[in-house]
């Protein structure tokens, strides 16, 4: 997993990618059919209310 955000004021983005091996798909039978992939992005927006400030010990 590859993950980067920013904060800026009280708006929070994020970003990720998530490297997941391949998944072979199989019938009912159990014979390999083909093959999935599972790596995917993700992109998050968030912002905080009533927060107040914030204090960096």
């Known amino acids: 997993m590859v993950r980067a955000g920013v904060e800026l004021g009280k708006l929070r983005m ?22 999935a992939i599972n790596q995917y992005f ?9 927060g107040g400030r914030w204090r960096v010990i």
Do not use: K, R, T, W
């Open 14 to 35: 994020g970003a990720e990618y998530n490297f997941v091996p391949y998944s072979n798909l199989q019938n009912a039978s159990g014979d390999v059919i083909g093959e």
């Open 42 to 50: 993700c992109f998050s927006l968030g912002f905080y209310v009533n």
